[in-house]
């Protein structure tokens, strides 16, 4: 667990990126900008349509194209490979080029392979398609969408409950009752979906942004049907991710038929429009929330059911009642959660994906329910505060969020305020200031490392990703840290699933998984050095007691000011490296292995047997509607948030601040 | 690949900087060509198969060159090639016109504005969302094939000057100040120059919105002509938009009031965001004439502005949103102390 990691002069120091010069200068390498001779490019074709069939290929004028050498199309390679499995809730996949079958709007249907980027793109324009359409169902309230009760469909699905809800919300003092909805946003970083793939043999290698590099090369080994060792990925860094780049896209294995069919590199850099609907989303969603309270404020019944959008065959939903049933106080709560299919694209991971959607609806109905008692809004949060989680019971790890709300408010002015409505004004400009609470599950994954020590420094190997977070800093400073050298002399080698594996960047949850591993392998290999040096006739640390020497400022340090630098010692010994495999708390014995065949498990939040573990944060915003022409502008926010620790304040700055 | 011809006239170029186009210019004017300048709509509607010349007349001028913004007889005279920039912090146009300035300066992004020339932003074309994706039909792109928007998302698109075949929304914002002014444009013709008034050069879709301006084949925008309008200091372009920056006008109003004592002794307004082609709100001027400016006179304007608004389903917002952007644009304008 995080006690591994002592503090020492590196962790909590203000560092710059290790990368930060070759991506302000444009050098550094984003996979689609790494060199692969003699490839073959393609543009994707995507449908014109939301909901039908392909009835026939229109493709001659797009042959004729100089430099076109070949489109890929269900009718001669759609059996190459399968579909990308089931995401989170299970259910089906929509297909590609597996069938005729069109699922949604803006689908891969072709895939144009040229000699340049500028004949795929204008053959990929003159396709044509001819399509057996039928009407399709866009979302929420359109004619023909399903609505799935998970309760009742799903096994494994669980919804939060306890006590008597209904009750409790009939016999309220105070009660709300308010629907809310969210709508569909899209991530799009600026770097764009590509992927670039080539064979050697047997062997795929892929080059393709990813948050998850041993996931992608599992899912593509499993669609392509060959093993897993026979593909590696390359992903060194990511030019934003926030969710889109977590899991397979189907892109990724028509690109690897691609290159097989025409045994050369082929390279796709998705159109900017394509990334709309090429990538996952964040669905759309409705909700309800019922509060019941006394006239004291208390929560007395917490209703919450939330309706999201999916593809027609997917399950996929985020379910954030699973949070939202477990932040205030509360005797009776009472949550479902439903899926509605409609003729879209599987939605998947964005930014705080149950979270974001569930916290606006409960906080939004927090804030009705502080009006309709005449309370402070910061006060309700203050009498719902609670120690232990209601469901189960179980105690929070720990809970700051009114240390937030308090610090946020003060940094704010919030007792400035004068919640008469229309109050504030300036000119033409209705003010008002509002605040929300911060939450999110804290997580951490099992994970893999691999750390030399030599008289040149230190280099570290982990499958982690740069998703533009800082973890090639965070893990150089861990590493700095627990051998007594500066951050600038570790080497680090990551976003490579053929290093130690480790599991996504998501959840919030890289930076405690992967620096605990590099911390637990830095530990194992000190005790090498360690060794050699109070064994070793001639060494200035000789006779020593190895359990007091330290590593520091360079040198292993022993007592009466005896010291050899790690670079003599080292020069003399060879090089030395440890590899481990850290367990957190929480995780089965076998979570490495799950890790390396690209299902890891991320434990932590709500998922605990014992514990509930919660970061939190208080969130106040002046907001600014035009009287005349109802504009919305947020010119102010103040955030507090207990984030636990902050290894590097400059990345974790950038974070909070949104980045 | 599609080819194309890249010519470069640079001899045009540096006539069009200094603002003087000689007789032997004339040779670079023929059709099917694309003049390229500033390039920030012609590239990209050529990568997304929108637009395919067969030859592209580069006419930028050397990057050296100080394109002419000068005082001429009875006005303004703005070069085409002039960037959005150079116009927007010209301090002539800052002074004497704000409502060009403001119409600049909302407009893009710096980038965009740095590289992007006045002759260009006027002929900008829509940013309806059917015509820029070859998956659709759309009559403008392709004459006949329909019209996608209608029954279509419409949020960005025309209200005012729409047709059966089109309610694609002109996207600029320097139009709506020019043509509240009583602009003119001048073009090089293959028979030689001619200035007409700039509310002349687009046209309305009617049922051939393929034809966006009276532009004949080859022809080309050498500048701009803006008319001495001492009262235009009393001027403002209001832009209203879901993003504060860079981002294309839900409705905007092009303002400028010749204000004495209270009443309106004549006033200007132009409306973007809102129509099929820069516009001019006439009904709305005669409204205010000879009146008080009062905020029910502005109102009785802005309905005036909108009676003949048609609106396609999610842009029903629209004829009430810009009534209100009209009515605050006048009601500052007329707060102002030029």
Redesign the interface.
Same mark, same amino acid.
């Given at each position: 667990m995080s006690e591994m990691i002592i503090p020492s002069g590196v962790i909590g120091r203000d560092t710059v990126r290790q990368e930060a010069r070759a991506k302000v200068t444009g050098a550094a390498h984003y996979p689609s900008d790494m060199p692969v001779p003699n490839a073959a490019h393609a543009f994707l074709v995507t449908s014109g349509i939301a909901r039908g069939r392909i009835t026939r290929w229109r493709l001659e004028a797009a042959q004729a194209v100089p430099g076109v050498l070949d489109i890929l199309t269900h009718e001669n390679t759609g059996q190459e490979s399968k579909p990308i499995p089931p995401t989170k809730g299970g259910g089906g996949s929509t297909t590609t080029l597996q069938s005729d079958r069109i699922w949604h709007d803006g689908q891969i249907i072709a895939v144009v392979l040229a000699e340049s980027f500028e004949a795929a793109r204008e053959a990929a324009h003159k396709v044509r398609v001819d399509y057996a359409e039928e009407a399709p169902a866009a979302t929420f309230d359109s004619p023909g969408v399903e609505v799935q009760v998970l309760e009742e469909t799903l096994e494994a699905h669980e919804d939060p409950r306890v006590g008597d809800a209904e009750a409790a919300f009939a016999a309220g003092a105070v009660t709300v009752d308010a629907t809310y909805g969210t709508p569909t946003q899209h991530h799009n970083p600026i770097e764009l979906f590509t992927t670039t793939c080539f064979w050697e043999g047997d062997r795929l290698t892929i080059l393709e942004p990813s948050q998850f590099v041993q996931g992608l090369a599992t899912t593509v080994a499993k669609q392509l049907d060959i093993a897993p060792n026979k593909v590696q990925v390359i992903s060194p860094l990511v030019g934003g991710a926030f969710g889109s780049k977590g899991g397979a896209t189907a892109r990724t294995a028509w690109i690897a038929v691609a290159a097989r069919w025409l045994g050369r590199p082929v390279k796709l850099v998705a159109s900017r429009s394509q990334g709309f609907t090429i990538a996952t989303y964040r669905a759309e969603t409705r909700q309800r929330v019922r509060l019941a309270a006394g006239r004291d404020g208390r929560l007395q019944a917490l209703l919450h059911e939330g309706w999201e959008v999916s593809s027609r065959p997917s399950n996929y939903n985020v379910q954030g009642t699973e949070t939202t049933s477990r932040i205030y106080a509360c005797p009776n709560v009472w949550t479902r959660v439903n899926v509605v299919h409609a003729d879209r694209n599987t939605p998947g991971f964005m930014r705080a994906p149950p979270d974001l959607p569930y916290g606006f609806g409960l906080e939004s109905a927090m804030d009705e329910l502080a009006i309709a008692l005449d309370m402070d809004p910061v006060e309700l949060r203050r009498i719902n505060d609670t120690r232990r989680e209601p469901i189960k019971g179980l105690p929070y790890t720990s809970r700051s969020l009114l240390e937030c709300f308090d610090a946020a408010a003060e940094a704010f002015g919030w007792s400035r305020r004068d919640k008469r409505p229309g109050s504030l004004r300036e000119g033409d400009w209705r003010i008002g200031w509002g605040c929300a609470a911060s939450y999110y599950p804290a997580k951490i994954s099992a994970a893999c490392a691999r750390v030399a020590l030599s008289a040149q420094g230190a280099r570290v190997d982990i499958a982690a990703h740069e998703i533009g977070t800082g973890a090639w800093t965070v893990l150089a400073m861990t590493a700095a840290d627990q051998l007594g050298i500066e951050p600038e002399q570790v080497e680090v080698h990551l976003g490579d699933s053929t290093l130690p594996a480790a599991g996504l960047a998501a959840g919030s949850s890289h930076t405690a998984s992967i620096c605990n591993a590099v911390a637990m392998a830095c530990r194992e290999l000190r005790e090498r050095p360690t060794h050699a040096a109070v064994t070793a006739n001639a060494g200035p640390l000789a006779g020593q007691d190895p359990a007091a020497l330290r590593f520091e400022g360079g040198a292993l340090r022993g007592e009466k000011g005896a010291a050899e630098p790690l670079a003599a010692l080292l020069g003399r010994t060879g090089p030395m490296d440890a590899y481990a495999e850290h367990v957190p708390h929480g995780n089965p014995p076998d979570a490495p292995e799950k890790v390396k065949q690209g299902t890891p498990m991320t434990t932590g939040g709500a998922q605990l047997p014992d514990l509930i573990q919660y970061g939190f944060g208080a969130q106040f915003v002046e907001v600014r509607v035009h009287a005349r022409t109802g504009e919305v502008r947020v010119p102010r926010i103040t955030g507090a948030f207990a984030a636990g620790r902050i290894i590097n304040p400059r990345t974790a700055h950038s974070q909070l601040m949104g980045g | 690949?599609?080819p194309f011809t890249y010519e470069r006239a640079a001899d045009l170029g540096a006539a069009l900087a200094a603002g003087t186009v000689p007789e032997a210019a004339r040779q670079h004017i023929r059709p099917e060509v694309q003049y390229l300048a500033g390039g920030t709509t012609l590239l990209d509607l050529m990568?997304? *198969?929108v637009m395919h010349p067969e030859r592209v007349l580069d006419i930028r001028p050397d990057a050296a060159a100080q394109p002419v913004i000068r005082s001429e007889e009875g006005g303004l005279w703005l070069s085409a090639v002039a960037s959005m920039a150079q116009a927007a912090e010209h301090p002539a146009v800052r002074r004497d016109y704000p409502v060009l300035a403001q119409a600049l300066q909302q407009a893009a992004s710096a980038q965009l504005r740095n590289m992007a020339t006045l002759g260009g932003n006027v002929l900008q074309r829509t940013r309806c969302h059917y015509f820029r *994706?070859? &998956?659709?039909p759309c009559n403008k792109r392709q004459p006949g094939s329909g019209c996608s928007a209608i029954g279509g998302v419409t949020r960005l698109l025309a209200v005012l000057g729409v047709s059966e075949h089109c309610i694609a929304s002109y996207p600029g914002d320097f139009a709506q100040a020019l043509i509240a002014l009583d602009a003119e444009v001048e073009v090089l013709a293959p028979e030689g120059p001619r200035r007409f008034p700039f509310s002349q050069l687009h046209r309305l879709p009617g049922d051939t919105p393929e034809i966006e301006t009276t532009l004949r084949p080859g022809e080309l925008i050498t500048g701009f002509h803006v008319p001495t309008l001492p009262w235009a200091r009393r001027s403002l372009y209001l832009k @209203?938009?879901d993003r504060?920056s860079y981002a294309f006008a839900l &409705?905007s109003a092009a303002v400028a009031l010749d204000l004495r004592d209270g009443v309106v002794h004549e006033a200007r307004i132009g409306l973007g965001g809102v129509a099929a082609a820069p516009w001019r709100a006439h009904e709305a001027e005669m409204v205010l004439q000879g009146q008080e400016l009062t905020e029910a006179c502005a109102g009785q304007a802005a309905e005036a502005a909108f009676a003949g608004a048609v609106a396609h389903d999610d842009n029903a917002f629209k004829p009430e949103?810009g009534r209100?952007?009209l @009515?605050?644009a006048l009601m500052q304008a007329a707060a102002m102390e030029p």
């Open positions: - | 690949m599609r990568k997304i *198969d *994706d070859t &998956a659709f @209203v938009r504060e &409705a949103l209100r952007t @009515v605050r």
